[in-house]
């Protein structure tokens, strides 16, 4: 009996997805570049399962059934173009290659269009989830070429994570590269949901001088609050992990942060999209901040650096940094959110915004409760530009925001950096102000540059310059023509 789909690479992932698909008994036939990373786990984590092994491409491809349903779970880039390069003359037209991996977009888009003249279908999928997700139910963001989705679609339905009884976390995302972008926006809000919540652990730590009990019992306590997602829930543990003596492990941690590019890619879509991702950024750059470990120490020293205390009722503080935590979040997914509308509409992807929360509903890093609830949002208005106009998340932002701002007000007073609480709170007073001074702006531009400006007294679209120097001229920069 031939195999339902192979899996190339047994690293973590490979190994754990492969798994999880013999367990909803689809026979998997399994590659590695290496031939002992196969043996060791056939007669490993793959004993006495219906995996099969192939240890070149041909066996591979002879192994499975037709169309012939190939998914690669190696590293993004180079490596996924050798593997095609390899398959590409064993496989026939109508067979399906998947690219499970942290893929830039891009590389999607042109995989599809060349595999695509060749009669092939292509894939890229985002997975989330971890190994733990991988093994029981990642969730899964396929897009490429629509015409493989009712092959694929038995097997990632399957094996994804459920929520709501049996709603799968996986569905069709859209055409090219439409899944892998839906993967890095994820990715983009990961970063700021960690950061935040590292914010608001400086803040209890270094701020209230909380211990490691009772800053542990609050992010176990806000995990049952409209906070509940598993970024919290697994925050609460690490608190709580002592080391072999006895001490909590968290401290012993260097404070340098590693990242592997998807949170700098979707900063940099963002700027290229016109999307304010103020939120998402300041993530970024606060991991590269870390980084400059040896320079953050001369420099506490220099500036004889320090945190003073606040002092208050202890309650009343959690209780105001709870809710600074939530509006921020809220902030960071609602700006996701925005990313993506505007690359759907370049793209013309169409994307579905209620089933892409839903899709990170379960399985997935950035799974929370509130996700049901963006869902309900863009199911009720699927044009809501702004996922804080809707009228649960606007009330939870209104009630946040003396809170929000208190908490912002107090770490700058006190010296403790929150570059994401802050940034969000800004977004959102800038966000909800009918006038910015970008009139001053605009005039400082066509001041010195002859840049043009647009007046209120006037319709959208027609465009003034001023001689402000009266020697400047009355040619504006947008009239030259050379």
Known sequence: MKGDIGVIGLAVMGQNLILNMNDHDFKVVAHNRTAAKIDDFLAGPAKDTKIIGAYTLEQLVHTLKSPRIIMLMVRAGTVVDAFIEQLTP?????????????????????????????????????????????????????????????????????????????????????????????????NGIEYGDMQLICEAYHFMKDGMGLNHEEMQASFSAWNQTELNSYLVEITSEILGFKDKDGQVLLEKILDTAGQKGTGKWTGINALDLGIPLTLISESVFSRCLSALKNQRVDASKCFNKSIHKIEGDKDQWLEALRQALLGSKIISYAQGFMLMREASDKNNWHLNYGNVALMWRGGCIIRSAFLGDIRDAFYKNPELEFLGSDTYFKDILEKCLTAWRKIAATSIEHGIPMPCMTSALTFLDGYTCARLPANLLQAQRDYFGAHTYERIDFPRGKFFHTNWTGSGGTTASTTYDV
């Open 90 to 186: 064993l496989l026939d037209q109508g067979d399906i290659i998947i690219d499970g991996g942290n893929t830039y977009y891009p590389d999607t888009n042109r995989r599809v269009g060349a595999l695509g003249k060749k009669g092939i279908y292509f894939i890229g999928a985002g997975v989330s989830g971890g190994e733990e997700g991988a093994r029981f139910g990642p969730s899964i963001m396929p897009g490429g070429a629509p015409e493989a989705w009712p092959s694929v679609k038995p097997i990632f339905q399957a094996i994804s994570a459920k929520v709501n009884g049996n709603e799968p976390c996986c569905d069709w995302v859209g055409n090219d590269g439409a899944g892998h972008f839906v993967k890095m926006v994820h």
